[in-house]
């Protein structure tokens, strides 16, 4: 008895996930998700759309139609063997200080090419309200699973909707710097939380704003 198009799909994530050598929190954690989500697509209870193949198949360092095609349906396309896919940057926004990214509007005045030094671009699919935030200090380096060291490049979209697990650049009321923190909501309660476990975690009680949900990250290592 054949499988159906959801478990078939599922399983191959699964085969790719186990291949790379990461687990199912650690993917979710990568893509801003909760726990339970990739393991929901891997047993056929979600299908897995096009963005989210999309997603999935970056932090795999793979191709999205890897995950979504088995290679006899991609032999059956034509020319699907000779079609080289590769990232085109479409857009590109400011880096900016800690303190612009704190006082960050929802009118979001643009920034100027002549006021901003430094532009970068990005693959994903975005908001047009965006921007990088360099990371300062070692809150968000961890030990094991997903870890953002001192000088990462995080980009923050303004407009996508942050939820339980998401990473988020926030602003607390008594300071004028955004931090770079990841969302964790409880029974209810909101809390700001650092991936390195030698920082407290802070609970949100109305002194904090979200400004954005980080959706891509970049390291320059030379």
């Known amino acids: 008895m054949s499988m159906d198009k959801k478990t078939e799909v ?6 790719l996930r186990i291949k790379q050598g990461i687990s199912q929190k650690d993917l979710a954690e990568l893509c801003g ?3 339970s989500r990739i393991s929901n697509y891997e047993s056929g209870l979600r299908s897995i759309n096009l963005d989210d193949a999309d997603m999935l198949a970056k932090h795999l360092s793979i191709k999205p139609y ?13 020319n699907v063997t000779t079609i ?42 975005t908001s047009p309200n965006c921007f990088w935030l360099r990371v300062h200090g ?3 380096t961890s030990s094991s699973g997903i ?12 407009e996508r909707e942050a939820q339980n697990g998401s990473l988020v650049v926030a602003k607390l009321t008594d300071v004028n710097e955004a931090t770079f923190k990841k969302l964790v909501i ?3 309660q909101r809390f700001l939380k650092p991936l390195n476990p030698q920082y407290p975690t802070l609970p949100i009680n109305g002194n904090c704003k ?4 980080v959706i891509d990250a970049k390291l320059k290592l030379f």
């Open 66 to 78: 890897q995950i979504l095609f088995d290679d006899d349906e991609l032999t059956s396309f034509a």
């Open 210 to 213: 979200i400004i954005g949900v």
């Open 138 to 140: 070692d809150s968000m």
């Open 84 to 125: 080289d896919i590769q990232p085109n940057y479409q857009k590109s926004f400011p880096v900016l200080s800690s303190i612009q990214a704190g006082a960050w509007t929802e009118a979001c005045e643009p920034y100027l090419k002549d006021e901003i030094s430094e532009w970068y671009g990005t693959t994903e699919r």
């Open 147 to 158: 870890s953002f060291p001192e000088e990462t490049l995080v980009l923050v979209d303004a």
């Open 186 to 188: 409880d029974a209810g």
């Open 33 to 35: 998700w909760g726990p």
């Open 10 to 15: 599922g399983l191959r994530l699964k085969q």
